[in-house]
């Protein structure tokens, strides 16, 4: 398992208006799946904007233990040389990937769906997180769990299928983790394999699929979901990735920016796929002034530059479908709602209780220790805005979550006194240039 290093506390002061531009960094989700498609893919795959976060390098690491060769030509600027989809090496080592979900399980649907068996283990936080949700789909496929942590959690022993049985699978919950695992086993399929979903998540590893010339087809499901067809075993060939910015960490400028009085900023080049952007549609329903400036395709999906300037915001009710389209952004849109004048209700959170921390629980104990207003009823969380800056004044557990820790920064910024949080260490894992990139639009930590 991989040892958190000293927990580095920080605090964030009320900083005067924000103003300047800036790119955030290559979205995590997109950047996870370039090393994976390069390494399944034989010949060069060429990957530009990459975000070199903690959580993407260990998947970059699992790659070449898989047989990838991967080289770094500058900041970004990646090559893979893939060992091919059918002839993976077994890695001889435990593939340890720190804090990253994303990476652990979309890895153990192409290890499921090969010839080889590795152990896959990672931080506290990781090793807490359900992994039956990815291995029960995959043992339909063929791969065996040889040996599991408690609730089939890691570390885990996975052997893979030799040939994966083609399956049609409904999602339990709606998550891309679960259908992008069942996809990339499928690939290895002699046959085709079908993943329903009834609400729909986000569809990189879709997008990806087609661009390295898979054979996949996705159709209106229901009233909200998909159904993903993907012909298994196809020629994948080569080609590169552009990686536009992680709409997933814009949100913390936006919303600085948003919350800090006299605040005019730009956001350049954020991706704007539609099941990425609940956050913004949130936001505009609270009264956000945000101005797209310049929308245009960059690397096969709809990026654009944003204005954001200060708001009053107003409490708003967040409808659970919308939950997939911002699932990460719970932690942010809390802080949001807590300087909106009234009450936000945001509905069907249950999947934030198993994310790299219980993100409910987390969020209302930080907000609670900043003097807000809030509850949990079920699923729902409830925050009653001050209509203005938010007392603060309290010390954040941010229990190895990347973005309980951006968050809760984030609202120190504009409340009347510190917010102090335990450990900025994690946020290396998303967004490692959040310090310096707020920093030069003016926020202050200390
Ligand atoms: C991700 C999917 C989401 C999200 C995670 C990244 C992905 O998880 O929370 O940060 O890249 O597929 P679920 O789809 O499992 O909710």
């Not at 034989?42 to 998947?59: A, S």
């Not at 399929?189 to 329903?196: E, F, K, Q």
């Not at 911002?326 to 949001?336: G, R, S, T």
């Amino acid at each position: 398992m991989s040892s958190h290093a000293a927990p580095r506390p920080l605090a964030a002061r009320r900083s005067g208006p924000l103003k300047g531009r800036l790119r955030v960094p290559g979205d995590k989700s997109i950047s996870h799946r370039a090393f994976i498609f390069g390494l399944l893919t034989i010949g060069e795959t060429q990957i530009e904007g990459l975000l070199e976060g903690d959580d993407v390098l260990r998947t970059g690491a699992a790659c070449k233990a898989l047989g990838a060769k991967i080289e770094r030509l500058g900041e970004g600027r990646w090559r893979v040389q893939g060992a091919g989809l059918g002839s993976l090496l077994a890695p001889q080592e435990t593939l340890d990937f720190g804090n990253a979900g994303t990476g652990s399980r979309l890895m153990m649907g192409v290890v499921g769906g090969h010839a080889i068996t590795a152990r896959f283990d990672g931080d506290a936080s990781l090793r807490k997180r359900p992994m039956r949700r990815i291995l029960d789909p995959l043992e339909l496929m063929g791969a065996r769990t040889l040996e599991q942590g408690e609730g089939g959690r890691c570390p885990i022993l996975l052997q893979g299928a030799a040939e994966p049985a083609p399956i049609e699978y409904r999602t339990p919950v709606a998550s891309a983790q679960i259908k992008s695992a069942v996809l990339l086993a499928g690939l290895n399929s002699p046959g085709r394999t079908v993943v329903i979903e009834t609400e729909a998540s986000r569809d990189h590893t879709e997008k990806m699929l087609a661009h390295f010339g898979a054979t996949v087809k996705s159709e209106a499901y229901g009233e909200a979901g998909r159904k993903i067809t993907l012909e298994g075993r196809p020629k994948l060939s080569p080609n590169p990735v552009i990686v536009p910015a992680d709409p997933s960490s814009a949100a913390f400028p936006i919303v600085a920016a948003l919350i800090t009085p006299g605040s005019d900023i730009v956001i350049e080049g954020m991706m704007m796929n539609p099941l990425r952007t609940g956050l913004l549609t949130t936001l505009m329903d609270m009264g956000a002034d945000i101005v797209e400036l310049d929308r245009r395709v960059e690397g096969g999906e709809d990026v654009a530059d944003l204005r954001v300037r200060a708001s009053a915001l107003k409490g708003v009710d967040v409808p659970a479908a919308r939950a997939p389209s911002m699932i990460d952004e719970y932690p942010i849109l809390a802080v949001a709602a807590a300087f909106a004048s009234g009450e936000t209700r945001m509905r069907g959170l249950h999947e934030l209780r198993v994310k790299e921390s219980d993100r409910l629980a987390a969020v209302a104990d930080g907000l609670r220790v900043n003097g807000v207003d809030c509850a949990i009823e079920g699923d729902d969380l409830l925050v009653r805005g001050a209509g203005g800056p938010a007392q603060g004044g309290g010390m954040v557990a941010t229990h190895l979550d990347h973005r309980i820790a951006m968050s809760f920064l984030v609202m120190g910024l504009a409340s009347q006194k510190d917010v102090r949080i335990d450990d900025e260490g994690m946020i290396a894992t998303s967004f490692p240039t959040f310090r310096p990139l707020m920093a030069s639009l003016g926020a202050d930590f200390a």
